[in-house]
């Protein structure tokens, strides 16, 4: 079974700031990857998702990139933080193949002040 | 534009009953459909349901779909107090990798 690392668990910013927020997978190759946000008691919105190594497709246009140096590597950045881009982060990874569920990592908890 | 709905919203019972959580789902080719439960953390998966109709249990957790209604239900039978979290459903389709989930449904077991 894969297991998903996520890091920081959680993180305060001001501002302004840069944000750099890191996915790795284990026990799989060439997973889907995805970054979710959840804002508190929502559900779950699509940033980002990727079939590849350098392969990103943005859902929503926002302050936000995403890059995937690694086949099991999934970056979530951003130069200029703004108070709207506090949530939870998620990251999940899906196994090829039709009907693979995806697995989530245990999340990033970011506050933008 | 794709979307998945659930409902209720919320709801509080008490520890013993039996409740039922639905989600509609307008998916543009229907591939799959997922539920995952949420306590404080990341979502852990439950089932997946596709158009096949097949029912899906795990202990007191059961789901099924119904591609007539373009619907699930989740029925949790004698409630526990850990069993409170909330419940989310998302909607994938043939041909993208994308999955789209609902707002969840927020259950809490009263002891």
């Known amino acids: 079974s894969q297991t998903i690392h996520q890091w920081p668990a959680t993180l305060v910013q001001p501002v302004g700031s840069p944000l750099s927020l890191e996915c790795t997978v284990e026990g799989t190759s060439n997973p889907n990857l995805y970054w979710y946000r959840q804002a508190a008691g929502r559900g779950l919105q699509l940033l980002f998702y990727s079939v590849g190594i350098g392969q990103i497709s943005s859902e929503v246009p926002q302050n936000l990139s995403a890059s995937r140096p690694q086949d099991r590597q999934f970056i979530l950045s951003s130069k200029k933080l703004l108070l709207s881009d506090s949530g939870f982060y998620l990251c999940?990874?899906?196994?090829?193949?039709?009907?693979?569920?995806?697995?989530f990592g245990p999340g990033t908890r970011l506050t933008v002040l | 534009e794709d979307k998945v709905v659930q409902s209720p919203l919320s709801l509080v019972v008490h520890e013993g009953d039996t409740v039922t959580l639905n989600c509609s789902y307008e998916?543009?080719?229907?591939?799959?459909l997922l539920w995952y439960k949420q306590e404080k953390k990341a979502p852990t998966f439950l089932f997946m349901l596709t158009s096949s109709g097949i029912e899906k249990k795990s202990g007191r957790l059961s789901s099924i779909l119904d591609k007539k209604e373009l619907s699930s239900i989740l029925n949790i039978t004698a409630t526990q107090t850990g069993d409170s979290a909330i419940y989310l459903c998302a909607g994938g389709s043939e041909g993208t990798y994308k999955y789209i989930f609902g707002t969840g449904t927020r259950l809490k077991v009263l002891a």
């Open positions: 998916v543009t080719n229907f591939r799959s």
């Open positions: 999940a990874s899906e196994p090829r193949g039709r009907y693979n569920e995806q697995f």
